[in-house]
């Protein structure tokens, strides 16, 4: 999941059409099922309810975390830093 960028329209008014339906709540996840994986690079703004975020499938903390992670090796690695 993504937000929709509010920089990409032309006016407010354009955004908000399209913005106001979009966001993902619990109410909205099937509960039977919790094998999927939700995503998101951060930071949201009304796209997913912060009720998402106990959700077993919400990884998109953990996506950052990673993220973080990867950048400092990449670093490390191209500096030579070992």
């Known amino acids: 999941m993504t937000r929709i960028q509010k920089e990409r329209f032309k006016t407010v008014y354009d955004y908000n059409i399209v ?5 993902l709540k ?3 996840l099937p509960e039977k099922y919790n094998d999927f994986i939700i ?3 951060l930071p949201r703004v009304d796209e ?11 990884k998109y903390f953990n996506q950052v975390k990673y993220g973080m ?3 400092m090796a990449l670093l490390c690695y191209s ?3 070992h």
């Open 19 to 23: 913005s106001n339906p979009y966001e």
């Open 26 to 28: 619990k109410s909205d």
């Open 39 to 41: 995503l998101h690079p």
């Open 48 to 58: 997913i309810n912060v009720d998402v975020d106990d959700h077993p499938s919400a």
């Open 69 to 71: 992670y990867m950048r």
């Open 79 to 81: 500096l030579k830093i």
